[in-house]
């Protein structure tokens, strides 16, 4: 394990950009990077496993030749380098023969996760004036009802099953091509990706990824994730999504290290088989997910007890039952992650650099990143002082994000980025998560991260999941509520409602308990799992517009 000093005091951005791609700033092309120069004989890519359990392996050397055919498709269709390719595709082979091949062709790849309506993907077909989408039988009816829908691009089923005349046809298109097309160079600030932000508070915006990030994953696979060539390696993230983009397909591909695909949705039973068919030593996920394991209790600790090394956490902060849960049960250290859509992971427990671990703490700054806390007038914060988490831009060489399209906006306050996240130095040097600037609740003059009492109100056996917000409070400001989802052991009712706002209590302080609690069966999520807080603080306002009116 390498120092985490060390590798802070020591790190030179082109050594680091060297290091970890063959390309330059001036000549760079991603299906290169995580593709072809890779394609030795017999080196596995992808091992690919279907919801009915049948399962298929690829190689580098398979995907290299259908990257470079479908880019010839892409190109007799006109598509040019900057263009955009959009994929509506679930976790199969063909999604990585899509991506691939629109970076060979030096087009931008965008995401369009098979969850989202077709409104959702009128809004970023619309937005990033793509010029394909390509999509498969179960999802090609949603692009009936997209205005301006362009030219679309179908893997279809047996006996052409979901193709909609005047479709293409994907292998019927991929497999008449020829498989040599080289590869179009770009520069390093030119994008790959097209992503867009969750939206959860207004429209999506649109976010240009540009080539020179690959270096930053394939770091953050390296120190962070700390995958190694022996270990066998599954992120559970949906690449409709930037984690499992960034990190189950560009990052470990870009170290010419297989991934895992499941094109299956989240249960206990195939996640355990899973791990156990390809002896996943190595593990990435969300909270979300790592919740329902613990939920199923031994059905799930028992199949894989003693099976994992490393285990990271992404996408929600980590609660302190959840790392007891996974050291106890499982043996195994699960490390949690942060990081944006906007730039990667950048503050992170790393399982491969040796530091300290603080029990909730987010962790420490990735080498090539400075990670600071301001106030509201952007000045940095001592430890113990809350304020916004932000990225010193003068000496944060590693971090790609210019702004939104391209476009700097008003996130940027002179040399810094701000996340929009409310965090706090630790003595350390390492920073605790307290939630993102619009969850934070202010209750008779204190401010509460709902990150906390979540932690405590998760310790309590009967609780599997929670979400707490600020409920509007003539008194108070804000007075603190929690939905809780119970065990299905467990039975609502008032006396239990007590017990969680005493245990609370008696772990924090008196003012950071719940002072309502509300049973729910479930949480509004975003499709990638996030806990949508505004839905519940807006039902909150609407029904005591509703008591009032």
């Known amino acids: ?52 359990g049948s399962s298929e392996s690829w190689t580098f050397t398979q995907l290299d030749q259908l990257s470079a055919r479908f880019a010839n498709f892409l190109q007799e269709q006109g598509v040019q380098p900057g263009d955009r390719v959009a994929g509506l595709l679930p976790r199969t082979p063909e999604l990585l023969v899509t991506i691939l091949g629109t970076w060979r062709a030096g087009a931008v790849y965008q995401p369009l996760f098979t969850a989202f309506g077709p409104k959702a993907i009128e809004h970023r077909v619309q937005s990033s004036g793509a010029r394909l989408v390509v999509t498969d039988g179960a999802n090609r009816a949603k692009l009936d009802e997209v205005e301006g829908c362009p030219a679309v691009v179908t893997v279809a089923g047996a006996k052409g099953r979901g193709l909609v005349r005047g479709d293409f046809s994907f292998w019927a298109e991929v497999e008449r091509r020829p498989a040599d097309f ?15 932000t969750s939206g959860t508070t207004g429209p999506a915006k649109p976010l240009l990824v540009p080539l020179k990030a690959i270096a930053a994953f394939a ?41 895992t695909f499941y094109d299956g949705p989240f249960s206990i039973e195939s996640t355990c088989r899973v791990i156990n068919k390809y002896g996943i030593t190595n593990l990435a996920g969300s ?30 902060p980590l609660n302190p039952e959840v790392i007891r849960w996974f050291a106890n049960e499982l043996g195994t250290t699960i490390h949690d992650h942060y990081g944006q859509t906007e730039l990667g992971m950048v503050l992170c427990n790393h ?13 420490f700054a990735s080498p090539g990143h400075r990670v600071v806390v301001v106030d509201d007038e952007a000045r940095e914060q001592a430890p113990g002082q809350p304020g916004t988490l932000a990225i010193d831009m003068t000496q944060s060489p590693m971090c790609w994000f210019a702004g939104y399209h391209g476009t700097r906006t008003g996130a940027f306050v002179g040399d810094y980025y701000l996340t929009g996240d409310t965090a706090e130095l630790n003595d350390d040097g390492s ?32 609780v599997v999941e929670t979400a707490v917000i600020g409920k509007p409070d003539p008194e108070r ?11 299905p052991a467990q039975r609502a009712s008032p006396e239990l409602a007590e017990e969680l706002r005493l245990h609370v209590r008696n772990r924090l302080a008196a003012h950071a308990y719940p002072r309502e609690i509300e049973f729910v069966a479930e949480l509004p999520k975003t499709p990638s799992g996030k806990v949508q807080r505004f839905i519940l603080r807006n039902q909150e306002v609407a029904r005591q517009r509703d008591a009032q009116g």
């Not at 160079?185 to 867009?196: E, K, Q, V």
């Not at 953050?220 to 599954?234: G, H, I, N």
């Not at 400001?477 to 065990?487: P, R, W």
């Open 182 to 196: 080289a590869p179009v160079m770009r520069r390093g600030d030119d994008p790959f990706l097209m992503m867009f």
């Open 431 to 462: 920073i605790s998560f307290i939630g993102r600037a619009d969850d934070v609740i202010t209750t008779s003059g204190y401010r509460v991260g709902p990150f906390d009492v979540e932690s405590a109100l998760i310790e309590h056996p009967a």
């Open 351 to 363: 399982h491969a650099l040796g530091h300290p671990v603080r029990m909730g703490a987010a962790g």
């Open 219 to 259: 770091g953050y696979m390296r120190d962070a994730v700390d995958l190694r060539p022996e270990d066998a390696f599954w992120n559970l993230a949906d690449p409709g999504w930037a984690y499992g983009l960034y990190y189950a397909v560009t990052g470990p591909l870009a170290l010419g290290h297989p991934t």
């Open 477 to 487: 400001t804000e007075l603190i509520k929690a939905f809780v989802v119970l065990d």
């Open 1 to 52: 394990m390498r120092d985490y000093a060390e590798a802070i005091a020591g790190f030179n951005y082109q050594d680091a950009f060297a290091e970890r791609v063959s390309g330059t700033l001036d000549a760079i092309n991603a299906c290169v990077e995580c593709c072809s120069r890779h394609a030795l004989p017999g080196r596995i890519a992808l091992f690919w496993e279907s919801r009915d």
């Open 287 to 316: 909270p979300t997910a790592y919740r329902l394991l613990i939920a199923a209790g031994e059905a799930a600790a028992g199949p894989l007890r003693g099976k994992l090394r490393a285990v990271s956490s992404a996408g929600e």
